[in-house]
């Protein structure tokens, strides 16, 4: 049974930090890019960071380098560090497990943590 579990969301106030965790079990965690999404209401879910299995990134331009993800293969957790936070940020925070080769595509989502700016 694959489990996504992230934590680490909460209340800040504009310019603040917080650290988001995802705890993942039934998957071979370092075969897999894993990525962190957002939805605000009434707004599409959309991509925040992914670090490939090779350790490569990737950002969001809203992101503007106030983010860092990063990811520890031997606890099977990806980490998001949130600086300098916005009201913009505010959202629902899902992490994401995704495997592609050739015919096999395997997606799997955590059950999402909020995230509320006060500005």
């Known amino acids: 049974q694959v489990q996504l579990v992230g934590s680490g969301g909460g209340l800040v106030q504009a310019g603040g930090s917080l650290r988001l965790s995802c705890a993942a079990s039934?998957?071979?965690?370092?075969?897999?890019?894993m990525g962190w999404y957002r939805q605000a209401p009434g707004k599409q879910r959309e991509l925040v960071a992914v670090?490939?299995?090779?350790?490569?990134?990737n950002y969001a331009d809203f992101v503007e380098d106030r983010f860092t993800i990063s990811r520890d293969n031997a606890k099977n957790t990806v980490l998001l560090q949130m600086d300098n936070l916005n009201s913009e940020d505010t959202a629902v925070y899902y992490c994401?497990?995704?495997?592609?080769?050739?015919?096999?595509?395997?997606?799997?989502w955590g059950q999402g943590t909020q995230v509320t700016v006060s500005s």
């Open positions: 994401n497990a995704g495997y592609r080769s050739g015919n096999i595509r395997n997606d799997y």
């Open positions: 039934g998957i071979p965690f370092s075969f897999y890019d």
């Open positions: 670090i490939t299995s090779g350790r490569n990134t």
